[in-house]
């Protein structure tokens, strides 16, 4: 584990931002009070990361990450050619879910997993679901933006009338 960022709070206590380097469970808790205090097993990735299989996952990840990104406006672009050059499929499993914005639990789950192809094919579910929900507010918003384009026009049209029948009546607009 690497700490990136640490705050000493007013109140006593320290916040942390950390980042796990290696991927890991808790083997014994040694101590509870006044902090927890454990062992900790470092975890290995599962399955043949050369499987034909695997290899299709990842680029089915990619394909449908780059489309994810592409839909979101707050989601750097960056972020789409970083997971391009992620050569090991269990790290690009953990990258792409770390930069969704889905449910925590989701999120432990795919963690949990070992098995890399269990886990990207996980993801993929994921992902095509984050998809569709993209693609239907994006149906949504073309839509509103449809019906205000047409009252729009349609209020326009209506003023630009009122303007002719008052120069054909004769007044004065």
């Known amino acids: 584990t690497k700490i990136n960022?640490?705050?000493r709070m007013p109140d006593g206590t320290v916040r942390l931002i950390i980042q796990g380097l290696?991927?890991?469970g808790?083997?014994?808790l040694m101590q509870e009070t006044p902090f927890l205090r454990g062992r900790i097993l470092r975890l290995e990735d599962?399955?043949?990361l050369e499987s034909t299989q695997i290899q299709a996952l990842c680029r089915?990840?990619?394909r449908q990450f780059k489309a994810i990104v592409e839909m979101t406006p707050n989601m750097a672009r960056e972020l789409q050619l970083i997971a391009m050059n992620i050569d090991h499929p269990g790290r690009l499993a953990d990258f792409v879910v770390s930069n969704l914005d889905l449910a925590l639990e989701e999120k432990q789950k795919l963690l949990e997993l070992l098995d890399v192809a269990?886990?990207?094919?996980?993801?993929?579910g994921l992902l095509a679901r984050e998809q569709e929900i993209l693609e239907v507010g994006m149906k949504i918003q073309a839509q509103v933006q449809e019906k205000l384009g047409k009252s729009q026009r349609e209020y326009y049209l209506r003023e630009q009338l009122k303007h002719i029948?008052?120069?054909?009546?004769?007044?004065d607009p």
């Open 46 to 48: 599962e399955g043949d």
């Open 26 to 28: 808790l083997g014994e």
């Open 118 to 124: 269990q886990r990207l094919e996980y993801l993929t």
């Open 5 to 7: 960022k640490l705050w």
């Open 165 to 171: 029948q008052k120069e054909l009546s004769g007044d």
């Open 60 to 62: 089915t990840v990619h």
């Open 22 to 24: 290696s991927r890991c």
